[in-house]
């Protein structure tokens, strides 16, 4: 599958006047080691918001990775993803096929049911039949696998390259990308905007759900940062379960509890379990509260486009995919800077610049050459 991305001249009169209206622009070293800051409650919080969300409104050009590997990127070897089968696993796996046919590795996947976690540990029994120099998987939570397994790929000498919220590496399981300091950074620049666009004053409902590690994060990024930030903002977590969703329970739940409260925002922490909110909301008569929230996919992007959504979180699925790649080079080549794959790259994309992004969302659009030149290939 081949992705869209962004041509690096479109738009450029729009980027000019963004670039006019906003303070500096994304700085990786900052995202990944910033904790936020609490502005006094005798302070306006506006503008120190509006200058912190910002950098998020411009496009990205750099990815946060920048430490070269050791030694030259080797090639001829074979990499195993273990797919899920989600729309988010597939684009992920374009990403690394896509990254590894630039090195001369070769492609495998293995499928597995997130539903039967013995379908993962046989998975992970088999890629090892494949001769592989790593295998990655995203969003598996290391509780499920046993330790036999574990202990048949550290006989193997294989990495077991893993991207999940909350992880603690050991090995043979090694941080892949996109972890918690992904979520904290979305879930801190979501924040900025919205204290900047509501003026110091807005009340939001917060949609999440728990069984997910990753979206437990960025809530919680979120709530912390408006409440350190913003003594007259208010949010209020409602959460849903997995049973909810199955039972299409979570937009009737929504819509109901922003009838009855006076909410001016919507925050939604993946836009998956919420289809169809905006129509429902507008149905109910309470379309003009903001929807705003994690994780655009293209539904997202048309509805911000449309008008009906006002403000998401973006980031590349397929630089997820590159991201697997770099880590496992890294545990191969004995080389340093895995732990600055642990977030990518983030835009804000709202009403007024969406228009410079195409789908699947894939920025910056020469991710990819950045990547190779740290593995010298």
């Avoid at 909810?244 to 909410?263: A, C, D, E, M, T």
Wanted: charged residues 10%; hydrophobic residues 45%; glycine residues 8%.
């Amino acid at each position: 599958m081949r992705r869209t991305t962004a041509r690096a001249t479109v738009g450029l009169a729009l980027i000019s006047v963004l670039v006019l209206s906003v303070v500096g622009t994304a700085n990786a070293a900052n995202d990944l080691g910033s904790a936020g800051f609490s502005a006094p409650a005798s302070r306006n919080p506006v503008p120190a918001a509006r200058a912190y969300a910002a950098k998020y409104l411009i496009p990205p050009s750099r990815i946060y990775q920048n430490v070269p590997l050791k030694t030259q990127a080797p090639t001829g070897k074979t990499f195993v993803f273990l797919n899920a089968g989600t729309s988010t696993h597939n684009i992920i796996a374009s990403g690394i096929q896509e990254a590894l046919t630039s090195i001369g590795w070769k492609y495998e996947q293995i499928t597995y049911s997130t539903a039967n976690p013995a379908t993962l540990q046989q998975a992970m029994l088999n890629a090892l039949t494949m001769n592989p120099a790593a295998v990655g998987a995203s969003g598996v939570d290391p509780a499920v696998i046993s330790q036999s397994v574990l202990n048949t790929y550290g006989d193997a000498g294989v990495p077991f390259v893993l991207s999940n919220c909350p992880l603690t590496p050991k090995n043979p399981i090694f941080a892949g990308p996109q972890l918690c300091a992904g979520e904290q950074i979305a879930g801190r620049a979501l924040a900025n905007w919205f204290i900047a666009d509501s003026l110091g004053t807005g009340k939001a409902l917060l949609s999440n759900m728990p069984a997910y590690g990753v979206l437990v994060e960025f809530a919680s990024a979120f709530q912390t940062e408006v409440a350190a930030k913003c003594p007259a903002c208010s949010v209020e977590k409602i959460e849903f379960s997995l049973q909810q969703f199955s039972g299409q329970q979570v937009v009737p739940g929504l819509v109901n509890k922003i009838r009855s409260g006076s909410y001016g925002y919507l925050v939604i922490d993946n836009p998956i379990f919420s289809t169809g909110i905006e129509n429902a909301l507008k149905a109910a008569g309470v379309g003009s509260v903001k929807v705003i929230g994690r994780a655009a996919n293209d539904a997202t992007i048309a509805n911000l486009k449309s008008g009906s959504a006002t403000a998401f979180t973006a980031q590349s699925y397929f630089q997820v995919g590159y991201g697997f790649v770099d880590s496992a080079l890294r545990v191969i080549t004995k080389s340093s800077g895995i732990t600055k794959n642990a977030a990518l790259p983030i835009m804000i994309l709202t009403q007024k610049n969406v228009g410079l992004v195409n789908t699947p969302y894939n920025l910056p659009a020469d991710a990819l050459y950045q990547y190779k030149r740290l593995w010298k290939r």
